[in-house]
């Protein structure tokens, strides 16, 4: 229930001075969320790395055709009239895939550090920008902290059981594909140049996920900020996940491959949705409403 008692499916906002209820359309954060997006952004590394490097399509094409598809299911959830979470959640793989090849494509080239030994190339058109971790890292950084000033200068709330409007929604959308590829970037530096590996840089970033939970319970620290650095850092803790599961024993990764991998997690995703979708449905028939909004 809300601060005035309304049901959890609608949240009230001030609309030219007057009150209204209006459907959500974004998952209230629970640790089931949080499995969620674990499960969906160590799904983008290895879907990611899938089509751009196992099946060598390479990440400036690969980059064109997330992107599309990202831009595609925006579309379905921005026209949404509620929460769906088969739309939210297919909507934050496609950014998480998405932001795998933008980041590779930012930070690395045609290296043979990037190349399978004997190759000189991975698929076609440029093999990627070659800014290396650190300066990718700055430049996503600042996109991002752009993206959060006009965010605030829009007026719009940033929490996001309160993102009712489309403008609200659209920013929100934008700084998760800027925080996903960003996430990648700092994925790939703990296990590529940190030197500890795709297992330490997992372990490395979950601590620091257990500390940012502890902080939740000092009032002090504002929990918004707390929830988009989480938000941020559970995608390297998706990189890391993801590489230490498919790539070679000799690199320190499981090698247990990119399609393998990938169809697990698919199955263990799309589980998750059915059963939040499943809630979703329970709940709905508990209260008799369906879709309709008390007046």
């Not at 890292?137 to 902290?145: D, M, R, T």
């Not at 000033?149 to 659209?170: H, N, P, S």
């Not at 590829?181 to 997992?202: E, I, R």
């Amino acid at each position: 229930m809300g601060q005035l008692g309304q049901p959890e499916f609608l949240t009230e906002v001030d609309n030219a001075s007057e009150r209204r209820y209006v459907m959500k359309k974004l998952p209230e954060v629970t640790p089931a969320f949080w499995t969620m997006k674990i499960a969906a952004t160590t799904l983008g590394e290895t879907a990611g790395d899938l089509f751009s490097q196992t099946l060598r399509l390479g990440y400036f094409l690969t980059t064109i055709a997330l992107f599309l598809v990202f831009v595609l299911t925006l579309v379905v959830q921005l026209r949404s009239k509620r929460y769906n979470p088969f739309f939210y959640w297919t909507v934050i793989l496609s950014t998480s895939m998405a932001g795998t090849t933008m980041s590779d494509f930012m930070n690395r080239d045609a290296g043979a550090e990037y190349l399978t030994a004997g190759t000189t190339s991975l698929g076609w058109g440029p093999q990627g920008l070659g800014l290396g971790y650190p300066a990718g890292a700055a430049i996503l950084i600042s996109l991002l902290i752009a993206v959060f000033i006009v965010w605030k200068l829009t007026g719009q709330t940033f929490v996001i059981r309160d993102i009712v409007t489309f403008r609200g929604e659209a920013l929100f959308w934008s700084a998760i594909l800027v925080s996903n590829t960003l996430g990648t970037s700092m994925g790939d530096f703990l296990s590529d140049s940190s030197g500890l590996g795709y297992a330490g840089g997992a372990l490395l970033v979950t601590a620091l996920l257990a500390v940012l939970a502890a902080l939740m319970r000092v009032p002090a620290v504002p929990n918004v900020a707390l929830f988009w650095i989480a938000f941020v850092l559970t995608r390297p803790l998706g990189a890391t996940a993801g590489d230490f599961l498919t790539k070679p024993a000799a690199k320190g990764g499981l090698d247990l491959g990119t399609p393998g991998s990938s169809a697990v997690l698919l199955v263990a995703l799309l589980g998750l949705m059915a059963y939040a979708h499943a809630r979703e449905r329970k709940s709905a028939a508990a209260r008799g409403e369906g879709d309709a909004q008390p007046s």
